[in-house]
């Protein structure tokens, strides 16, 4: 396998998501919502397989994935139009984003599609400390809703497919088939103290029959218990993407 630049690894990684690496970096945008009915939220998992890596849609009842303890997340997956890169990324949010987009965006601008906004990021990378500050900055001249859709030959919701997809259960369960399972926490049983165990020692010398055995006390083996992420990181987290795990 040949080595890649950062910039190649970071981009292939990234590849569909809306991402601002380091503090103080920036892209304007335009939200690609017309109103609040719009915005589409998915209970999802992060899963890896030879197949495919990356989020699809929690089934529900009989989810092959919740059987494998793989994490349920809920997620608001802001689609953008990121003016310089030319193309319709995903904002990777969970749903604690809900009341900035409101009050950002939806409380000043029912139709956010009618105007470019600009996302600042504000807190080094993977910092829990990350915030991002939205405010709009023009009226949107570059390009309608409608006109970005048709330039990139792509529809709403159908291109939300290129960052989340949907298995039937069958066929998730066959992807999660031969993958090794992460241990989990909720397999394990409870802490039981155990007794400590008396073990007589070699004898270093021929045994003496008129003394008593000598003998050590010592400490029976204890399982050490973690905890295991299911997937995250994606992320990114989280497997994510920039390692941050706030929002």
Not at 198 to 211: F, H
Request: proline share 6%; charged share 25%; net charge negative.
């Amino acid at each position: 396998m040949a080595f890649k630049t950062l910039n190649q690894y970071n981009a292939e990684k990234n590849k569909g998501f809306f991402t601002l690496q380091n503090d103080g970096d920036y892209a304007d945008v335009i939200f690609m919502y017309r109103g609040i009915e719009d915005v589409m939220i998915a209970d999802v998992h992060y899963i890896k397989s030879a197949e495919y890596s990356g989020y699809v849609h929690c089934c529900g009842d009989g989810c092959p994935a919740c059987e494998k303890g793989i994490r349920v997340q809920n997620k608001i997956f802001i689609p953008l139009y990121n003016i310089s890169d030319n193309e319709i990324q995903y904002f990777d949010r969970t749903t604690f984003f809900e009341p900035q987009l409101m009050s950002d965006v939806f409380n000043k601008y029912p139709d956010p599609s009618a105007c470019v906004f600009r996302i600042i990021r504000h807190g080094e990378a993977r910092s829990r400390e990350t915030r991002y500050e939205i405010r709009a900055v023009s009226r949107n001249t570059v390009a309608t809703y409608d006109e970005i859709l048709q330039k990139l030959n792509t529809s709403m919701p159908k291109d939300y497919e290129q960052i989340l997809r949907e298995y039937p259960a069958f066929k998730l369960s066959e992807m999660l088939m031969n993958v090794n399972d992460t241990p989990h926490t909720s397999n394990l049983g409870e802490y039981v103290a155990t007794p400590r165990v008396a073990v007589p020692t070699a004898p270093s010398q021929p045994i003496d029959a008129s003394m008593p055995p000598v003998t050590t006390v010592i400490d029976a083996p204890v399982s050490s218990v973690t905890d295991s992420a299911s997937e995250d990181a994606v992320g990114d987290s989280s497997e994510e993407l920039d390692g941050d795990v706030l929002f």
